[in-house]
């Protein structure tokens, strides 16, 4: 069984410029999750679907971050413009249904620098 | 105080040996518990869920203290494989299923 895919793998942008992440999670696994994670740190999440709906985005800095999961499946993380901060790694990860005890899949996740 | 703490580390253990290292917790009401386990520059891949009556997976034993609000690990007879970040993980049930992640802590195993 694939698991979650991520691309790219990783990122080098200017401040200012969009960038923008995909995620194609496990075949049937309705809950997708958006992590930021920073180097020593445990992942953040930023936005979690139930299907194609965002259930909790109270952590996405809905000023320059936006995300979308169009038919329920793959989704993207977009941020525009980007700054210094935003360098980090982008994990994204599934699970077949959000209940607490549900194990996360992670994918390789996207390493962003932002110079 | 943050709401999931843990000891950054690292860990520095001779292979062979046995360690643990804790996670504390806030949320009284916080009802299930995990390890991760993260490579250098690798994603976090679940270890073990972490049940009242604690439970063991080989050479891994978690365990969930309630009333002290804690969880631990402890890894027996380590491996050089064991080399690892470990993030604790907690569900506060309250926060409509958002996992909570520790900083995670470091373990380095020598020869």
């Known amino acids: 069984e694939a698991g979650v895919v991520q691309s790219p793998r990783y990122k080098i942008i200017e401040k200012k410029q969009p960038v923008a992440f995909w995620c194609n999670p496990i075949?049937?696994?309705?809950?997708l999750y958006w992590y930021r994670q920073n180097l020593g740190q445990g992942p953040e999440l930023l936005i979690r679907?139930?299907?194609?709906?965002?259930?909790?985005d109270s952590q996405l800095p809905k000023d320059r971050f936006s995300a979308e999961r169009l038919k329920g499946v793959d989704s993207t993380l977009k941020i525009q413009p980007a700054e210094l901060g935003d360098s980090a790694v982008y994990l994204c990860?599934?699970?077949?249904?959000?209940?607490?005890?549900?194990?996360?899949?992670f994918g390789p996740g996207t390493r962003l620098l932002v110079l | 105080r943050k709401e999931v703490e843990q000891d950054p580390g690292p860990f520095n253990v001779p292979e062979g040996a046995t360690v643990a290292f804790n996670c504390t917790y806030s949320?009284?009401?916080?009802?299930?518990f995990f390890w991760y386990r993260q490579d250098c520059r690798k994603e976090p891949k679940l270890l073990m869920s972490?049940?009242?009556?604690?439970n063991e997976d080989g050479r891994f034993t978690a365990q969930l203290n309630r009333a002290s609000q804690y969880i631990s690990l402890l890894i027996r007879d380590s491996k050089l494989s064991d080399s690892a970040t470990y993030l604790c993980?907690?569900?506060?049930?309250?926060?409509?299923?958002?996992?909570?992640w520790g900083a995670g802590t470091k373990l380095i195993i020598k020869p």
């Open positions: 949320n009284s009401a916080s009802q299930s």
């Open positions: 075949s049937g696994h309705n809950t």
């Open positions: 993980v907690v569900n506060p049930v309250d926060s409509n299923y958002q996992l909570i």
């Open positions: 679907y139930e299907n194609e709906e965002a259930v909790d």
């Open positions: 972490v049940y009242s009556s604690g």
């Open positions: 990860a599934s699970s077949p249904q959000n209940t607490y005890q549900e194990t996360q899949y």
